[in-house]
C-alpha cells in the first residue's frame, strides 16, 4: 500500500490536489479508491477527496486487488532489486518479456507472477519497459497500477551492444522509423517514419568490432537495431538487420543500466546489470580460427 508524507508546504491542500498534482495519481485511478474500502485513509481514519490535509499527515492509499490472467510457472529469475513497489529483474537472452501466442508459458510474465504467488501477494505483472525476445538486461515492473503510471515514460535507460565493424567516435542517429513494407515485424529508416534519436559511444573495439553504450531519446520498437544497421554498423549476431550469426547466436544488446524516481519515496536509484562478455567470445573465437 503506497503511503504518502505531506510536507510542510502542502499543508491544507485537498487530498485531490495532492495525489493527482504531487503524487502522480490518475483521476482514473482516484476514482477506483472511491470505490474501494478504507481506499484513502489519514492517520489511520478514512478521508474523503475533498478533505483537506496537513503538514505530517500520513495518507495511505488501498488499491483493488488485481485478478491475475497470466499463468504462474515456475521459472528461473535474476531479481536486482525489490521492494513494496517495484521489482527488478535481470532477463537472460531467448525469454519473451509477456506471453505470445508462440510462447504461452516460457515468459518472464510467467516467471513472475508464479514467484508473486508463491509468496502470496496477490500482483499481476505491469512491465514498465519492454526489451525484446533475445535482448538481455533490465526490466522493471510495477507492482501497482499507482506505480506503473507514476514510472511509465520517466525511467532512463543505457544499453550496452557489440556491432560489427569499428566506430571511434560518439555520435547520434537522428532518422525516422517505420514499418518496412510487406513486414509485420521488420522496420527500416524512411520518410514517414516517427522520429528516432540514438546517442551511441564507443567503449572498445575488438576483432572487427565495437563495443558501445546507447541512449534513447525516444523509444521506437526496435530502435537501436534499425539505428546501427541504417549506419552501416549492425549489431553482432542480429540477421533481420543485417548482422552475423557466424559467432554470436543472437543479437548483442543489453540494457545495462536504469534510472528512476521510486514512486514512493521520491528518491533517484540507478541500477546496473552487466552483459555476457561478448569481447571475451570473440577473441576465443579468433584466436582459435
Known sequence: MPEFKVPPELDGVSVRTFLRRH??????????????ENGMTVNGCLIRSIDALHAGDELVLRF????????????????????SAILVLDKPPFMPVHPVRSHQRDTLANGVMFYFQSRGERVTFR?????????????????????????????KKKYT???EGEITE???VDAPIMLCPGSIMQRCVGEGGVRAVTHYKPLMTVYGHTLLELELETGRTHQIRTHMSFIGHPLAGDDMYGGSRRIFSRQCLHCSE????HPLTHEKMILRSLPEDWTGILEKHFKNE
Not at 483493488?64 to 521492494?83: G, K, N, Q, R, T
Not at 533490465?138 to 525511467?155: C, D, I, R, W
Open 23 to 36: 503524487c502522480g495519481v490518475s483521476s482514473r485511478l482516484l476514482a477506483k479508491l472511491k470505490r474501494v
Open 64 to 83: 483493488p486487488e488485481d485478478d491475475p490472467e497470466i499463468e504462474p510457472v515456475e521459472l528461473p529469475l535474476s531479481i536486482v532489486y525489490e521492494d
Open 127 to 155: 512491465p514498465v519497459n519492454r526489451l525484446d525476445r533475445d535482448t538481455s538486461g533490465l526490466v522493471l515492473a510495477a507492482k501497482s497500477s499507482y506505480a506503473h503510471t507514476f514510472l511509465s515514460g520517466s525511467t
Open 161 to 163: 551492444a557489440l556491432c
Open 170 to 172: 560518439s555520435g547520434t
Open 258 to 261: 536504469m534510472e528512476l524516481i
